[in-house]
C-alpha cells in the first residue's frame, strides 16, 4: 500500500475512534523476537521490533500531528491531556491546533540535526505542550533538577547535580516520559547523534547500546519503577499503534527495563511470562496480567503521624526533641536547635508492618534534607526484623543543600519477605554538623504469594534441585520449571521458596 493511500485509511480509522474507544490487540508474535535475550542483544532486538513506523505528517490538519492528540492526549470531556502543564484547555474541530499550545519533541529534533524524519514525526516522542514552558524547557536533557529557575507546578526547568540544564516532569509523569526516553534512545539507536548540539552528547552516547548515559538510565528506571505504566498510558500506547503500527514496548513490559539496562541484564526475557499491562497473548494463548500489588502501610505525614514513634539514642539534654512532625512538612529530624549544632542520635520508627503473606516488597518515601554536606554519609533508612538492623541502599538522596523533595526510588524490600519488620529512619548529627532531614510521606507496597504457599517456609533450606518441584509465578500461575524469568515461587513438597532467575 502506498503511503498516501495508507494516511487515508489512519484517517479513516481515526475519525471512527473519535466516536467508540479503541482497543489495540498487540498481534501473536510482535514480540517472539525478544524471547531469550538480555542486554544489548534484547535492545537490538526491540529496536528491530519497533524501528519501523508509519508516522503521521506533522502539523495541523487531517491526518497530520493534531489529527492524531485528537485521538491520543484527549478525555472524555474534550480536554486536552498536556504533560508539561496544568493548565486547561480544550480541543476544537479535528485535526486543528490548539491556542497556546505547541507540538513538543520530548527528545528535541537538534539532538540529531533537526532533520525531519521518522523521528520528528513520531507520536510516542510528540505531545500537546503549553508554549511558555515549551519554549524555557529548550532542548534540554531531562533530569533531577536541583536549581530551579522555571516552575509553572509541573515542569521545573534549571540545574540539576551533574551542572547541565535540564527539565524535569511533575512525579505524574515521570514514568511516562522515562519510557518515552527509553523508547526513543531505543528505536533510534543508530542515529548518529548531532556534535553541534552538547546537550545530545549529555544524555546519549554514540552506539546502539546503552545509548542513554548510566546517570540517564539510571534516573529513569528509578522514575519508571515509582510512576508505573497507568490505564490512561497504556490506552495512549494503543491509540498510537492504531496510527503507526508500532508499539512502545516498556509500557507493555514495566520491567523490560531492567533486562537491557538495570538488575536483570544477566537474565534471559520472556515476553510471555513477564509482567505485561497489555492484552499481550502468553504461551498458554491467555492474556499475562499485570500482578495486583497491596498497600501493605502508607502515610501522609504532613496529615498524621503515621502511628511512628521516635527513640533517642543520643540527645544533648533531657526533653531535647529530635524529631517533630508539623502539617507543612511531616515528619523532621533536626540537631540543630538555638543557632547551635548538637549532637544527636534519634530514629523515626514505623509501627510494625507485616510481609508474612508476602513475596516481594518495596518501600517508597519523600524526603528532603538540608545543611549536610553528604545525607548519605550520616543518614540511613533501616529495615528492624528479628531484632536485628539492616541499612537500606539503592535510596535517591536529596542533595543536602535546599529544601527541595526527592522521591527515594523503590527501595526493595523483598529479603524480608514472609517476616514482620519496622522501619526506621536514623538521623545523626554532631557539634559541627546538624543539618535537617524531613519525612513527607512514605508506602510499603507488596506481591503477595500464590495461595497455598506458606510465607514461614519461603526460604531455601532443604531445597534438593535433584527432586521434582512445581514453579509459579508471584500472581499464582503455574509455569514450566525452565520457562520462568523474574521472581518466581518454587514449591518443593511442604518447602516453598522465592527466587530470582
Known amino acids: 500500500m502506498n503511503k498516501r493511500k495508507t494516511k487515508r485509511l489512519i484517517a479513516a480509522t481515526m475519525a471512527a475512534m473519535a466516536t467508540v474507544t479503541a482497543t489495540a490487540q498487540i498481534p501473536d508474535g510482535y514480540y517472539d ?19 519501523d513506523a508509519d508516522v503521521l505528517d506533522y502539523g495541523s490538519g487531517s491526518g497530520r500531528t493534531w489529527d492524531g492528540f485528537y485521538s491520543t492526549d484527549r478525555t472524555d470531556d474534550n480536554q486536552v491531556i498536556d504533560r508539561y502543564s496544568n493548565d486547561k484547555r480544550y480541543f476544537g474541530e479535528k485535526g486543528k491546533s490548539v491556542s497556546g499550545m505547541n507540538i513538543e519533541h520530548s527528545f528535541p529534533k537538534s539532538w540529531w540535526g533537526g532533520s525531519e524524519n521518522q523521528a520528528y514525526k513520531d507520536l510516542y516522542n510528540l505531545m500537546p505542550s503549553e508554549q511558555k514552558i515549551n519554549s524555557a524547557k529548550s532542548n534540554y536533557p531531562m533530569g533531577e533538577v536541583t536549581e530551579a529557575t522555571t516552575d509553572n507546578g509541573c515542569t521545573k526547568v534549571g540545574t540539576g547535580h551533574n551542572g547541565y540544564k535540564l527539565w524535569e516532569p511533575a512525579d505524574k509523569w515521570k514514568g511516562d516520559f522515562a519510557r518515552s526516553y527509553m523508547y526513543m534512545a531505543t528505536a533510534y539507536q543508530d542515529f548518529t547523534w548531532s556534535t553541534k548540539s552538547p ?63 538495570g538488575d536483570s541484564t544477566e537474565y534471559a526475557f520472556d515476553p510471555e511470562t513477564t509482567l505485561c499491562t497489555s492484552q499481550y497473548k502468553a504461551g498458554s494463548g491467555t492474556p499475562t496480567p499485570p500482578t495486583d500489588e497491596d498497600v501493605i502501610y502508607t502515610a501522609t505525614f504532613t496529615a498524621a503521624t503515621g502511628e511512628c514513634t521516635v527513640e533517642n539514642n543520643a540527645v544533648p539534654y533531657e526533653g531535647f526533641e529530635v524529631w517533630t512532625r508539623d502539617s ?18 534519634a530514629s523515626l520508627t514505623t509501627p510494625e508492618i507485616d510481609l508474612t503473606e508476602y513475596a516481594s516488597a518495596t518501600l517508597t518515601f519523600s524526603h528532603a534534607a538540608n545543611y549536610f554536606a553528604s545525607p548519605a554519609d550520616v543518614l540511613s ?3 528492624i526484623c528479628d531484632g536485628q538492623a539492616t541499612a537500606l541502599d539503592g535510596i535517591n538522596w536529596p542533595r543536602g543543600t535546599n529544601w527541595t523533595f526527592v522521591e527515594s526510588g523503590e ?81 518443593q513438597g511442604s518447602k516453598s521458596m522465592k527466587i530470582k532467575r
Open 328 to 345: 507543612k512538612y511531616g515528619w523532621k529530624g533536626t540537631g540543630f536547635l538555638n543557632y547551635t549544632d548538637y549532637a544527636c542520635d
Open 199 to 261: 546537550q545530545a552528547l549529555q544524555i546519549l552516547e554514540q552506539n546502539a547500546y546503552p545509548t542513554l548515559q548510566p546517570w540517564a538510565y539510571e534516573l529513569y528506571i528509578s522514575w519508571a519503577k515509582a510512576d508505573a505504566p497507568d490505564a490512561q498510558e497504556a490506552a495512549r500506547n494503543d491509540s498510537v499503534c492504531l496510527i503507526q503500527g508500532n508499539r512502545n514496548p516498556f509500557v507493555d513490559f514495566p520491567n523490560l527495563m531492567e533486562y537491557i539496562w
Open 381 to 383: 533508612v533501616e529495615v
Open 411 to 491: 527501595i526493595s524490600l523483598d529479603r524480608f519477605a514472609g517476616k514482620k519488620i519496622r522501619i526506621a529512619f536514623h538521623y545523626t548529627s554532631t557539634t559541627e554538623e546538624a543539618g535537617t532531614w524531613e519525612i513527607k510521606s512514605m508506602s510499603v507496597k507488596g506481591e503477595k504469594l500464590p495461595t497455598g504457599i506458606s510465607s514461614a517456609e519461603a526460604d531455601r533450606d532443604g531445597f534438593d534441585p535433584a527432586k521434582p518441584f512445581e514453579t509459579y509465578t508471584i500472581s499464582g500461575t503455574r509455569v514450566d520449571n525452565g520457562n520462568a524469568n523474574g521472581i518466581v515461587i518454587i514449591r
Open 33 to 51: 523476537g525478544l524471547k531469550g535475550k538480555n542486554g544489548a542483544e534484547l535492545k537490538a532486538a526491540v529496536h528491530e521490533t519497533i524501528k
